[in-house]
Nanobody, 129 residues
Framework: QVQVVESGGNLVQAGGSLRLSCNVS????????MGWFRQAAGKEREGVSC????????YYADSVKGRFTTSRDNAKNTVYLQMNSLKFEDTAMYYC??????????????????????WGKGTLVTISS
């Protein structure tokens, strides 16, 4: 059974930093691209970032580019999202998901995700202004 578990969400002040982690079990982690998504209250879910299977390629939404960094440790079956210079508008439930792949077409504000079949339940990030 595949399990995807996010952690690291917290309440922080604007300008601060957080690192989210997502541990995956029940599948061959290195065979999957890993995406981070978020959903704020009353808003649609949006893609935040994605990292390729071997970590060689990363993609970011325009809203977080330059502030967030995604990485992965395939030996630990874990993907990370380092979030710096946090803003009030980053407040959301953050989810990670495993899928076939991801990319980003030039000019698109968010990454493209392919067959993100396995999802976690999310971790809450709250930014105080």
């Amino acid at each position: 059974q595949v399990q995807v578990v996010e952690s690291g969400g917290n309440l922080v002040q604007a300008g601060g930093s957080l690192r989210l982690s997502c541990n995956v079990s029940g599948l061959t982690f290195g065979d999957y691209a890993m995406g981070w998504f978020r959903q704020a209250a009353g808003k649609e879910r949006e893609g935040v970032s994605c990292i390729s299977r071997n970590g060689g390629s990363t993609y970011y939404a325009d809203s977080v580019k330059g502030r967030f960094t995604t990485s992965r440790d395939n030996a630990k079956n874990t993907v990370y999202l380092q979030m710096n210079s946090l803003k009030f508008e980053d407040t959301a439930m953050y989810y990670c998901a495993a899928g076939i792949g991801c990319g980003q077409r030039a000019g698109d504000p968010e990454p493209d995700y392919y067959n993100m079949d396995y999802w976690g339940k999310g971790t809450l990030v709250t930014i105080s202004s």
